[in-house]
């Protein structure tokens, strides 16, 4: 059943820490389904993740003393219970009855009266019970809620922690000739080059998928590879933590000379399958690029750097519940070792573009600066907003990418990058 597909990814997500597309794609109940229920529950645990701070709130409002730690189960079935009942518009009283048998299921018994009820004045009391809700700070952690107030002010804070509120559509990204497919496909064009199209779109079936004329690309993580300029032939490019491959394909299509590197050999094979339909070649390696070194110095790398992800929140709301401060300071930490290995990949006048899907200041900025006070014969090269969609507020004081959940919000909005342009001296 559908329902018990929910209760258990969001269990592994909150409870065990797993990121909710692995959670999602790897149970065995998950294939089992027809498509309509598994796309019910696919819907109903992102909805839930994306709005759980506001569904907590409510629950809290329902109870006179907070539930204990041992009913934490019992608490799942609440909140995806008060989930469909807010978020998915389920008729009241399927949403309850589904959600008592849930819990009989589960063997969750003993707490049948207690969801019943709380479900039940849920149902009646919506309006009431949500009426005084901030939802987009309850629906942010406080440690990030802080870092975006400080990093971005308030007003920009409560900007990003809204948007990420609004289910994502998708974004393609095309080797040529992008207005074209936009008409063919009926989609929209970004400032950013590429097409956009309704979250629903079944994206195998799009024209042009089996021809590999386009792939999959937020309109946010098509930018750092376009810093390189749009005329690559001749150039040689390292792509460091290059799969799933978007960004190779990019400059593969500008006509560079692409190895890409990672250290998963799965992730690697994915990358391989999507060059594959897409007709392009890169030499893929799998290696530890803090200690890879070319046997030639090269004209450029892009370091898709590892980070929080806290800038693709929008359409991973799990990573908004999986990841902590720490993460993010070892992540700065790593990437600094990963730019300095870069730094000795490149010949003299070469290019590095680094880039980081995080709004954090610790996984991106502040990398710059500290690898700047490091290597002297290193540069920033400033960005212009002709480089960025033409869009002046996707470019910092310092020169540096920076596109937040917030912006583009007449198409929809965008993830949060950071990206900045070093070269040598």
Not at 247 to 259: D, H, M, P
């Amino acid at each position: 059943m559908p329902r018990d597909l929910a209760f258990d990814i969001l269990n592994a997500t909150l409870h065990s820490r797993q990121p909710f597309d692995e959670a999602f794609d790897q149970h065995e109940r998950s294939a089992k389904l027809e498509p309509r229920d598994r796309g019910f529950a696919f819907n109903l645990v992102i909805t839930t993740l994306r709005h759980l701070g506001q569904i907590d709130d409510v629950i809290s409002q329902c109870l006179e003393k907070s539930l204990p730690p041992k009913a934490k189960f019992a608490r799942t079935i609440l909140r995806l219970g008060i989930c469909q009942l807010l978020f998915l518009e389920t008729p009241a009283h399927a949403a309850v009855s589904t959600s008592v048998d849930l819990a009989e299921r589960q063997n969750q018994g003993p707490y049948k009266k207690l969801i019943n009820a709380v479900l039940r004045r849920v149902g009646r009391e919506a309006a009431k019970l949500t009426s005084g809700q901030d939802a987009a700070k309850l629906n942010t952690p406080d440690w990030l809620w802080q870092s975006w107030c400080q990093a971005f002010g308030e007003n920009t804070a409560r900007q990003i922690a809204a948007a990420h509120l609004t289910p994502p559509e998708l974004d393609l990204s095309v080797k040529a000739d992008a207005a074209s497919w936009a008409q063919k496909l009926g989609g929209r064009l970004l400032p950013t080059g590429g097409i956009r199209l309704p979250v629903s779109t079944n994206v195998r079936e799009l024209t042009g998928y089996q021809d590999g004329a386009w792939w999959v690309q937020d309109a946010a993580a098509s930018l750092p590879a376009q810093l390189f300029g749009q005329d690559l032939a001749g150039q040689k490019i390292a792509d460091i933590c290059a799969a799933p491959g978007g960004k190779t394909a990019q400059l593969l299509a500008a006509g560079a000379e692409v190895i890409a590197l990672d250290r998963s050999e799965k992730r690697l094979q994915t990358l391989s399958e999507n060059l594959q339909r897409l007709s392009l070649t890169a030499e893929i390696i799998c290696t530890d690029a803090a200690s890879w070194r070319p046997d030639e110095l090269l004209d450029g790398v892009l370091l898709d750097a590892p980070c929080s992800s806290t800038g693709t929140i929008r359409r991973h709301p799990d990573v908004a519940h999986l990841k902590r401060p720490e993460d993010a300071n070892h992540a700065g930490q790593a990437q600094l070792r990963l730019l300095n290995g870069a730094a000795e990949m490149v010949k003299p006048g070469g290019k590095i573009v680094f880039a980081t899907c995080s709004l954090q200041p610790e996984e991106g900025p502040d990398v710059i600066q500290a690898f700047l006070a490091e290597q002297p014969n290193w540069q920033r090269q400033a960005i212009d907003p002709s480089e960025a969609g033409g869009r002046a507020e996707f470019v910092t004081a310092a020169g540096d990418l920076r596109t937040l959940p917030c912006h583009l919000a007449e198409f929809g909005h965008m993830d949060g990058f950071f990206a900045a342009r070093l070269t040598q001296t």
